[in-house]
């Protein structure tokens, strides 16, 4: 089964700095995708960025981007200039593409509290 | 578009008695997804489907129910509730096509359950 870890429980940053959450996976499959989602205080889940196993470039949306290192196993999500806006929950989450399962796993989060 | 439509947002139910979570979403997707997040953790995977008539078991399943008879609907039964299973109620649903990659997975805004 595949397993997704977040090692940092809780992140602060100052208002305008650039911050990495940390994501690694551990997984046998050659296929497979990688999610970001912002959880605010309110509760809904917001996608962020995904990352396929097979992009050979790092995906990026606006703020957002992913530092995908493959051959270490891991997934980063890089949010730059932050904002008062982006305190919430983080969470990184593995699709497996291959064979009958298609289970998308949870890492634990990452609180991010971003400072003025 | 509803999306990712969950009933009820609210529920408290007594030890013992039983009830359903509906799901319903209208965007065609063929993977959908029960998770449930305890206060301050993540989310972990209880049932998840691939499509209609197809379940299966993900990392925490027992005390739970699930079926798929159409791609709209994935319902989630609790049948003797339990206060370990107050917590907050997830339904999401994604899209993939083999070989092409995934949709992100689009969540319901959740149902708060409490057992007394």
């Known amino acids: 089964a595949q397993k997704i870890t977040q090692t940092q429980p809780g992140m602060f940053v100052q208002e305008k700095e650039a911050v990495t959450l940390d994501c690694t996976y551990d997984?046998?499959?050659?296929?497979?995708?990688l999610f970001w989602y912002k959880q605010p205080s309110s509760g809904e889940m917001i996608f962020l960025i995904y990352q396929g196993s097979y992009d050979e470039q790092n995906a990026t949306e606006g703020r957002y981007s992913l530092n995908f290192q493959k051959a270490r196993k891991s997934a980063n999500l890089v949010i730059s200039a932050s904002q008062l806006g982006d305190s919430a929950m983080y969470f990184c989450a593995i699709l497996i593409s291959s064979g009958s399962a298609r289970q998308l796993t949870f890492g634990s989060g990452t609180q991010l509290t971003v400072l003025p | 578009n509803a999306g990712v439509t969950q009933t009820p947002k609210f529920r408290i139910l007594k030890i013992g008695q039983s009830m359903t979570l509906q799901c319903t979403q209208d965007m065609n997707h063929n993977y959908m997804y029960w998770y449930r997040q305890d206060p301050g953790m993540g989310l972990k995977l209880i049932y998840y489907s691939v499509g209609a008539g197809i379940t299966d078991k993900g990392e925490v399943p027992n005390g739970y129910n699930v079926s798929r008879s159409t791609t709209e609907d994935f319902p989630l039964r609790l049948e003797l509730a339990a206060p370990s299973q107050t917590s907050v109620y997830f339904c999401?649903?994604?899209?993939?096509?083999?070989?092409?990659?995934?949709?992100?997975?689009?969540f319901g805004q959740g149902t708060r359950l409490t057992v007394v």
């Open positions: 999401a649903s994604s899209y993939s096509r083999q070989g092409a990659g995934n949709t992100e997975a689009f």
């Open positions: 997984t046998s499959d050659q296929s497979y995708g």
